[in-house]
């Protein structure tokens, strides 16, 4: 069965200090991996969309990588707006577009 | 360009009673997709319509069912609401079938 996993569960850091979030990942066949957003009592905000081993995609203070196994969400110098849950998800192994959520990694940025 | 919009944004039922929640997809958006959030957890995913027809669908009892309307826009209704429908509600669009997902504010139901 698809399935994700991420982690940590929760993350405290202080404002400027950089760190990492994993999702790992079973599936097969990877049709590619998502990376969301998510605020309290919102939807879920599209960030990115990674597709092969070893590509990267940037946007302002937030790096995503891509291995066979897993992906990385790296945040460099965060900020308190960044504070957010961060979810990943994979296509399910079907013919339509079934997205397989992890549950998350809620993110809290202190000043 | 307008994004996904919900509606109800919040509403409160009875256990037994029936909801309807609606989604309007983003501009030139053909694909809908219905998921079901639970407090700290993934969506989980519902259905999805692609022009008119359900074209896939999760792990949910069949009083969960939905339409597809010709201007894409999309209707969830539950039947028969259980305590455990208790959750945040979220309709996605696309632009294809396997294409990037974007989301609505969601619908939080709440039954007591």
């Known amino acids: 069965e698809d399935q994700v996993t991420q982690s940590p569960e929760a993350l405290r850091l202080q404002e400027g200090e950089s760190s990492s979030l994993n999702c790992s990942y079973t599936v097969s066949g990877l049709r590619g991996l998502f990376w969301y957003r998510q605020d309290p009592g919102k939807g879920p905000e599209f960030l990115f969309t990674?597709?092969?081993a070893g590509e990267e995609k940037e946007k302002e203070r937030l790096k995503a990588t891509l291995t066979k196994k897993e992906s990385f969400l790296h945040i460099t110098a965060p900020k308190p707006e960044d504070s957010a849950t961060y979810l990943c998800?994979?296509?399910?192994?079907?013919?339509?577009?079934?997205?397989?959520f992890g549950t998350g990694t809620r993110l809290l940025v202190s000043p | 360009e307008t994004g996904v919009t919900q509606s109800p944004t919040h509403l409160i039922k009875t256990r037994g009673q029936q909801v309807t929640l609606r989604c309007s997809s983003q501009s030139g958006h053909n694909t809908v997709s219905w998921y079901q959030q639970a407090l700290g957890q993934g969506p989980q995913f519902i259905f999805q319509y692609y022009r008119e027809e359900e074209n896939g669908r999760g792990n949910f009892p069949p009083r969960f069912s939905g339409l597809q309307f010709p201007n894409y826009s999309s209707e969830l209704n539950v039947n028969a609401l259980e305590l455990d429908d208790s959750a945040l509600y979220l309709c996605a669009s696309s632009l294809l079938v396997d294409g990037e997902l974007f989301f609505g504010e969601g619908s939080r139901l709440t039954v007591l």
């Open positions: 990674l597709y092969s």
């Open positions: 998800a994979v296509p399910g192994n079907t013919g339509f577009q079934k997205l397989v």
